[in-house]
Structures are given as structure tokens and as C-alpha cells.
């Protein structure tokens, strides 16, 4: 088992420009979720989808921001335009019916 | 509203000794109870989870935590740390009754294991 797959693993940009995050789950989980962590706000949770369907994206930050899920085993964070203020790490998680959620390696932003 | 606090942020704990990380929630409906630790440049693991049954959870690499429904509690400890436990630990409750991934995580408690 590979795990979650994330890339990529670092992203330096400068502000204005486009990101794609992209996420791989784990075969077989229908729960699939974006993270934010930054030393300031620690963990947040951005979207969580559940079978592809989007459940809850209140943690989105703006609309700058936009997930997509199209089918069970890919799924992409887009920011768009991109600030200074997005640089985190965003991390992908996907979880079955254990209750346990496995998390990605995370793709490093920096925008500049 | 739901809340996870993770009072200490940081512990330093000498090599071989014991360890305690606390974790306080508060919640007025059953929930599911976790603790993850992430390794510097790496996601989060699950260490041990309480979902039911005894409070006394043992997970991986010999760490245990105790679910206090009373306190409202759910501490992590090792008897004996290792160097390679350094790591940041967040406590994570689950409120859904099915399951469902309504995480909250904690701020991280940062364990430095010192030789």
C-alpha cells in the first residue's frame, strides 16, 4: 500500500500566480480531506469530501480557493490568485471505516 | 462549540524518563478520541485511538493514553522515552457517533527528548 500520494512535495510561487495541490487516496477509503497547517493557525481543515460528493467546505478560506474530487482516487486543491499570506504546508488525508484518518507527506507552498 | 486543548506546547524530557502529554475536550456528547504524531517533514500518524470499551488505550511504539470521562481527559504517556520520540503529538476528537471524521485537532505539543 503507497499510502496517500501528494505532490508536489514543494511549491515556491510567486503571488499572483496559479497552485494545484494534487492528491492521490488510498485506494478504497470514500473520505478524503485538505489540511492547512502554519505555525500560527496550526491544523485547519479546508474541505472534506465523502464519496466524491464535497460534505463540508466552510474551512475554505476564500473563494480564491477551490477543491475538486472527480473521481475516487485523485483529488486537487486549487488557490488561485495566490498570496503571500497561503504559504502552509496543505496536507491530504483519506479515511475508510476505521475511524482513522491517513495523512500524505504534504506539499510545501511558499509564495513569494 | 466543540474544543480540543493541548495545554503544554512544549515538553522537554530527558532520554529513559517518563512522559505525560495532556489533553483536555469538551464535548457534551459521546465522541471518539485520538492522538497523531507527526515526524519533522512527514504527515500525521495515528499513535492510538479510543472509540469504546477500555479506557486504558494502548497504541504504537509504547505510548498509552486513558480516557476520563469525568475530566473530560484523554493524556498520553510513556513510561521511558527514546531520543527518536521527538516529535509533535496532537490530540484529535471525532464527535461524530458514526464515525463520520468530524475531527477537531489540538494546537500540538512539541516533545523534545534530550540525551
Known amino acids: 500500500d503507497a499510502g496517500v500520494i501528494q505532490s508536489p512535495r514543494h511549491e515556491v510561487t510567486e503571488m499572483g500566480q496559479e497552485v494545484t495541490l494534487r492528491c492521490k487516496p488510498i485506494?478504497?477509503?470514500?473520505?478524503l480531506f485538505w489540511y492547512r497547517q502554519t505555525m500560527m493557525r496550526g491544523l485547519e481543515l479546508l474541505i472534506y469530501?465523502?464519496?466524491?460528493?464535497?460534505?463540508?467546505d466552510s474551512g475554505m478560506p476564500e473563494d480564491r480557493f477551490s477543491a475538486k474530487m472527480p473521481n475516487a482516487s485523485f483529488s486537487t486543491l486549487k488557490i488561485q490568485p495566490s498570496e503571500p499570506r497561503d504559504s502552509a504546508v496543505y496536507f491530504c488525508?483519506?479515511?475508510?471505516?476505521?475511524?482513522?484518518?491517513?495523512f500524505g507527506e504534504g506539499s510545501r507552498l511558499t509564495v513569494l | 462549540a466543540q474544543s480540543v486543548t493541548q495545554l503544554d506546547s512544549q515538553v522537554p524530557v530527558f532520554e529513559e524518563a517518563p512522559v505525560e502529554l495532556r489533553c483536555n475536550y469538551s464535548?457534551?456528547?459521546?465522541?471518539?478520541l485520538f492522538w497523531y504524531v507527526q515526524y519533522p517533514n512527514q504527515g500525521l500518524q495515528l499513535l492510538l485511538k479510543?472509540?469504546?470499551?477500555?479506557?486504558l488505550v494502548k497504541g504504537i511504539n509504547g505510548f498509552e493514553a486513558e480516557f476520563n470521562k469525568s475530566q473530560t481527559s484523554f493524556h498520553l504517556r510513556k513510561p521511558s522515552v527514546h531520543i527518536s520520540d521527538t516529535a509533535e503529538y496532537f490530540c484529535?476528537?471525532?464527535?461524530?457517533?458514526?464515525?463520520?471524521?468530524?475531527?477537531?485537532f489540538g494546537t500540538g505539543t512539541r516533545l523534545k527528548v534530550l540525551a
Open positions: 488525508a483519506s479515511g475508510g471505516d476505521t475511524g482513522e484518518l491517513f
Open positions: 485506494s478504497g477509503h470514500n473520505s
Open positions: 469530501f465523502n464519496n466524491n460528493v464535497p460534505i463540508d
Open positions: 464535548s457534551s456528547v459521546s465522541v471518539y
Open positions: 479510543y472509540l469504546s470499551g477500555s479506557t
Open positions: 484529535a476528537v471525532d464527535r461524530s457517533t458514526s464515525g463520520t471524521y468530524k475531527y477537531i
